[in-house]
């Protein structure tokens, strides 16, 4: 079945190590986003990517990294920079014409 | 960043009433979106507004598309235990470079039985 798969569902560092959320899709979306979201908190925009080898900052970029190599994948790297890493990651992907929005079932980050 | 402002932010119901709540910004949006998710899992979809006015039904669902394109609210009728959960509203905008998606802060609803 067509759908955005992340791994791993639940991941554990320890402070100061680089770790990456891996995002792959098959629904042929052509934009792909990242979200992080904490306890009791709504949905912020981390990076977005529209096509192939192209992404854009969102709202809370710093501390992040991403790439986009391929159309079905969007990894993001969360870096020993960014200050408060532990949080729910989230995943989504846009159809064509950029309309309705599907998720991946979330990474759970926990930095310790 | 863009900013949806989404109420209320919590509400606590009894079985069987209705629900409405909404999603109100300073920016037009071409979509409107409203999602539910569960504890632990990701955001699903449940009705998606193109045009503006437009009102469009999921079951015992209706959400609109408000005419000035700047705001949305969704109706849940007769509800039950099991829509228990958070409730997000989204934008989708086009811009130079590309299409954003902005989300609302939530509604945490609970249903009591």
């Known amino acids: 079945d067509g759908g955005i798969t992340q791994s791993p569902k639940y991941l554990f560092r320890k402070e100061g190590q680089n770790v990456t959320l891996s995002c792959e899709q098959n629904?042929?979306?052509?934009?792909m986003y990242w979200y992080r979201q904490d306890p009791g908190q709504g949905l912020r925009l981390i990076y977005y990517?529209?096509?192939?080898?192209?992404?854009q900052k969102g709202d809370i970029a710093e501390g992040y990294s991403v790439s986009r190599e391929k159309k079905e994948s969007f990894p993001l790297t969360v870096t020993s920079a960014q200050k408060n890493p532990t949080a729910f990651y989230l995943c989504?992907?846009?159809?064509?014409?950029?309309?309705?929005?599907?998720f991946g079932q979330g990474t759970r980050l926990t930095v310790v | 960043g863009q900013q949806l402002n989404q109420s209320p932010q919590s509400m606590f119901i009894q079985e069987g009433e209705d629900v409405s709540m909404n999603c109100t910004s300073s920016s037009i949006f071409n979509t409107w979106l409203w999602y539910k998710q569960d504890p632990g899992e990701g955001p699903v979809l449940l009705i998606a507004l193109y045009k503006a006015g437009e009102l469009t039904s999921n079951g015992r669902l209706t959400a609109q598309f408000g005419i000035t394109r700047k705001d949305s609210f969704l109706n849940i009728s007769a509800s039950i235990p099991s829509d228990v959960g958070i409730y997000f509203c989204?934008?989708?905008?086009?811009?130079?470079?590309?299409?954003?998606?902005?989300f609302g802060e939530g509604t945490q609803l609970t249903v009591n039985p």
């Open positions: 989504a992907s846009t159809k064509p014409r950029n309309t309705e929005a599907f």
């Open positions: 989204a934008g989708l905008r086009k811009e130079t470079s590309g299409s954003r998606l902005t």
């Open positions: 629904l042929n979306h052509d934009a």
């Open positions: 990517s529209q096509i192939v080898n192209d992404f």
